[in-house]
């Protein structure tokens, strides 16, 4: 299997959410997980983004006060969907229910004209 094949496999077994529909998701207080690394992430942020990237995901999510109940709702992003994509599917497959990728991440994110902060 290649990196591709992966990357698009997670993506059919999670919800990717568009943008504007991660905004709404995030007004309803959705928790907004950053899974780049900390040099892209200083680089900019959606507002009150967490960041752990995505190598420690695994190991770090259970650690993380915020993200103790397996029922909250949570968007995930990386660069361009693809991270966020494997890390959502291993959030589900940690029995995380709602939790959802931002398609396109950070890049379509911006390019949609929704806040970003530094």
Excluded at 33 to 39: A, G, M, Q, S, Y
Excluded at 89 to 103: D, E, P
Aim: charged letters at 20%; aromatic letters at 6%.
């Amino acid at each position: 299997m290649t990196t591709q094949e992966l990357v698009a496999d997670a993506k059919s077994r999670i919800r990717e959410l568009e943008p504007a529909a991660a905004a709404q998701s995030i007004k309803a207080g959705a928790l907004v997980l950053d899974v780049r690394e900390p040099t892209e992430y200083d680089g900019g942020k959606l507002p009150d983004a967490m960041n752990i990237p995505r190598g420690l995901l695994e190991f770090k999510i259970a650690s993380h006060p915020g993200l103790a109940d397996r029922n909250a709702a949570i968007v995930l992003y990386c660069k361009s969907g693809d991270r966020s994509a494997l890390a959502t599917l291993s959030l589900q497959q940690l029995g995380y229910t709602n939790a959802h990728s931002i398609r396109g991440g950070f890049e379509a994110w911006a390019a949609n004209g929704q806040p970003v902060t530094k």
